[in-house]
């Protein structure tokens, strides 16, 4: 389970702060799968941070199995996390990545080999990171929030990148983490995946949390989630579109 408790984060100078989030909290249920919705800038990637431990909030606690993150004996224990497809060295190859990793949370290195094979990363597991496509560097970073066997796992845009295999395989992946009892978090913006699987959807807007619920719930009087997130959050409708060449 991941609590947020008034989390409060502004960015930039004191005169004109952006404030993503101004007193937002929230249960994630342990079991549950728990989308984020919201136009870019609202705060979900600092919502993700500041529950992980990455970003301190400027007030409010968030809590992970009952306790701040930093003080866990065996952080990749409680929480795997996967916040930026870019967050490899370049020159390391994902076994290397993931080795590290595993030595750092005190995992057997050959439990990284069960890792590869998951994600389906052993043919490429000597590679160097630079030459991953996308695809590939988000599944390293999903295997990467693997490695501790956590409880609770929180992912940023994974889907990005991903084929249909891949978004196929990680729908009956992220299934298989919540009927394992898990607490899984995941930020995106692909309305029809999160219609589809999601246990419970926040949306995010103005510093807070403007609808929360089931799918039923979030979308309530509207055909679809798509409309429903048109009218928790207007100004979507009215955002520029790039056009396309003629």
């Excluded at 967050?87 to 990545?97: D, I, V």
Aim: with cysteine; net charge neutral; glycine share 12%.
């Amino acid at each position: 389970m991941i609590e947020a408790h008034d989390l409060t984060r502004s960015f930039g100078v004191r005169r004109r702060p952006a404030t993503p989030l101004a007193g937002v909290s929230h249960v994630f249920g342990d079991g549950t799968l728990t989308y984020l919705l919201g136009l870019n800038g609202t705060g979900k990637s600092t919502l993700l941070r500041c529950l992980s431990g990455v970003l301190r909030p400027d007030a409010g606690t968030a809590l992970v199995d009952g306790s701040e993150l930093g003080r866990a004996a065996a952080p990749a224990r409680h929480l795997g996390m996967h916040l930026d497809a870019d967050a490899f060295h370049p020159g390391h190859s994902g076994r290397r990545h993931l080795r590290w990793l595993a030595a750092q949370a005190g995992v057997p290195a050959h439990a990284v080999e069960a890792l590869l094979r998951r994600t389906g990363l052993e043919a490429v597991a000597e590679r160097p990171v630079r030459g991953y496509s996308l695809g590939m560097r988000q599944r390293l970073g999903i295997a990467s929030a693997l490695v501790g066997n956590p409880r609770n796992v929180i992912l940023d845009e994974p889907m990005n990148g991903l084929d249909v295999a891949g978004v196929l395989w990680l729908r009956g992946l992220l299934r298989e983490w919540v009927d394992e009892g898990r607490c899984v978090i995941v930020a995106s913006h692909n309305l029809a995946e999160v219609e589809a699987t999601a246990d419970e959807i926040l949306i995010l807007e103005g510093g807070g949390i403007v609808a929360r619920g089931t799918v039923d719930e979030v979308r309530g009087p509207h055909a679809d989630l798509e409309s429903a997130f048109l009218a928790h959050v207007p100004r979507a409708a009215g955002a520029p579109r790039v056009r396309e060449a003629a």
